[in-house]
């Protein structure tokens, strides 16, 4: 039976006490592992997060605890996102609002509580930082460290040593090596996704402005150079030849090579990719074959590069006389369109580099007989006596893993406001589902990317097993990292029982010319398998036909 508290939790923050699982379930859905949390997460990604924190100027370092620091939450081992400190943000940021950000990064979930002003958010020097650093990413040509992120995070690929030749010890150094460069690698991921939102708020500005807010999608969809879009593209094209033929094999071991990072639950070291478990790769593939060659993500996203040229054409002819609005349109639009690539460029570095611990915790775990789940159930500070004594770990392993388990089971409260209820107290998954809708409802959710489908909805829960999605259909999903958006490319459409307009979905779909809703809570518990349903991507709505 699961204790009250597990292993790796923190207790919650008294001066920054809104934590949300929004968007951290898109990064984690599962609880994570505590191999994954205390030499990924902890010394790497956190404080990479709390170190963009500071950059930008939202926060000071003596104003929250770097140990941990108080920018996420962990909680029955799930992540949270510390919703307090992210309305930070909104409260300090130049023309911004703590409800703007609500709305960009926590959708529109109904159990997100008011922000709340206190005395000591007002901070003229962080908003002076952040005028500054704002500043930069309206005027910011390029973004060169992540291609040099880029470059260093291939060469650690590349540079992979024989595994198999390395000690044990030298195995768990290498895994601790990373952190340093993890640590970087977000704290650059996390300043492309709140740059994100200063682009596609000016735009969004000027689209309500000229009195059509549904432009606004139009205007940021096929901006081209998404890397979390390139596996899809190239599992296509695969998806073109004949699985037995030597093109095949010679092009699927590329795509190994490339993309094996990437896969389910891709940020916890416990999980498959793409390169250790091939079948989820080659499920996606067969998924895509049936589907005509006038489907194509290539084609999809030609018909959508040429209607956001049109309407940035109008647009830009409508503000003619206006110069200065017309100048901060231009301004907002290459921002939104260079830091939504910069975002999914970022997390691909990062997530090409936390492989390399994957790969090696995996082959620590197989000289000793163990499974990757359960070398995943170490915590960092037993890694040098485990080394000294693997099989003295087995019965406290297994242990361990039987109740990491039966977290799955537990239903992570969406909301967490100063105070964690015992784990024995959480709801068991299942236990309440939401009532299935019938033909007229109309649910709504957050419009992502643009555009009307209609087709028969398919509820697909693990991306491994997607082989009742038929071309033509609308992709019903719980959550989507890049082991699902392949699933895309056969879809007519796209529904997400979370996400915002930065969300990974989001971002895909518009890269793919797929219409897009997200944050339609419980879609996939409401929507019927099988119902025909019409997506409408510009309003954010999904009808039962």
């Not at 361990?400 to 992570?412: G, I, N, T, W």
């Not at 897009?516 to 119902?531: F, K, Y």
Request: aromatic letters at 8%; charged letters at 20%.
């Amino acid at each position: 039976m699961v204790a009250d508290r597990w292993i790796t939790d923190w207790e919650p923050s008294q001066r920054f006490p809104l934590y949300t699982r929004a968007n951290a379930g898109e990064v984690l859905p599962d609880p994570c592992s505590p191999l994954a949390w205390t030499v990924v997460w902890e010394p790497g990604v956190v404080q990479g997060w709390a170190d963009s924190q500071i950059e930008c100027g939202t926060m000071n370092r003596d104003e929250f605890a770097m140990d941990p620091p108080e920018v996420v939450g962990m909680f029955g081992g799930y992540l949270y996102i510390n919703g307090s400190m992210a309305r930070l943000f909104g409260a300090r940021g130049p023309g911004l609002t703590p409800e703007m950000i609500d709305l960009v990064y926590f959708g529109a979930h109904p159990d997100v509580t008011p922000y709340q002003a206190e005395l000591w958010h007002d901070s003229p020097s962080n908003t002076a930082k952040l005028a500054e650093w704002m500043g930069g990413v309206m005027t910011n040509v390029d973004l060169p460290e992540l291609i040099v992120d880029q470059t260093k995070a291939t060469a650690v690929r590349n540079g992979r040593p024989d595994l198999d030749k390395l000690t044990d010890q030298q195995l768990v150094e290498r895994m601790r090596s990373f952190i340093p460069f993890i640590r970087e690698l977000f704290c650059h991921h996390l300043s492309m996704t709140a740059g994100t939102s200063i682009g596609m708020g000016v735009i969004g500005a000027v689209a309500a402005a000229m009195g059509d807010p549904t432009v606004a999608l139009k205007l940021i969809t096929g901006v081209g150079d998404i890397d979390s879009a390139a596996p899809s593209h190239a599992l296509w094209e695969l998806s073109r030849l004949p699985e037995n033929s030597p093109e095949f094999a010679a092009g699927f071991h590329r795509f190994l090579n490339d993309f094996g990072s990437r896969g389910p639950n891709e940020w916890d070291i416990r999980s498959d990719t793409w390169e250790t478990k091939p079948a989820l790769a080659m499920a996606l593939i067969e998924v895509m074959r049936p589907a005509v060659d006038s489907e194509s993500p290539a084609l999809r996203n030609a018909k959508n590069v040429e209607q956001r040229e049109a309407v940035t054409a109008a647009i830009r002819s409508a503000l003619g006389n206006q110069p200065e609005t017309l100048a901060s349109f231009d301004a907002g639009l290459h921002s939104a369109h260079l830091y939504l690539s910069g975002r999914e460029r970022a997390k691909t570095n990062i997530i090409k580099v936390i492989h390399e611990v994957r790969v090696s915790a995996r082959e620590l775990a197989s000289r000793h007989d163990y499974t990757p789940s359960q070398i995943c159930m170490l915590l960092a500070d037993e890694l040098d006596a485990f080394v000294s004594g693997p099989d003295e770990f087995r019965a406290r392993l297994a242990a361990r893993e039987q109740q990491y388990l039966e977290l799955f089971d537990l239903e992570p409260p969406f909301i967490v406001n100063g105070a964690v209820k015992p784990l024995g107290e959480w709801p068991h998954r299942g236990s309440a589902r939401a009532a299935a809708s019938v033909v007229g409802d109309v649910l709504q959710g957050v419009p992502g990317s643009p555009g009307k489908a209609v087709g028969r909805a398919r509820v697909v829960l693990d991306p491994a097993d997607p082989f009742a999605l038929e071309p033509g259909d609308v992709l019903i999903a719980p959550i989507t990292d890049p082991a699902w958006t392949p699933l895309f490319v056969p879809a007519c459409a796209v529904v997400v029982n979370v996400g915002a307009q930065v969300s990974h979905a989001v971002i895909v779909s518009r890269e793919l010319g797929i219409p897009c809703v997200v944050s339609v809570q419980n879609a996939t518990e409401r929507i019927p398998d099988g119902a025909m349903i019409e997506v409408d991507g510009n309003t954010g709505t999904v009808t039962l036909l």
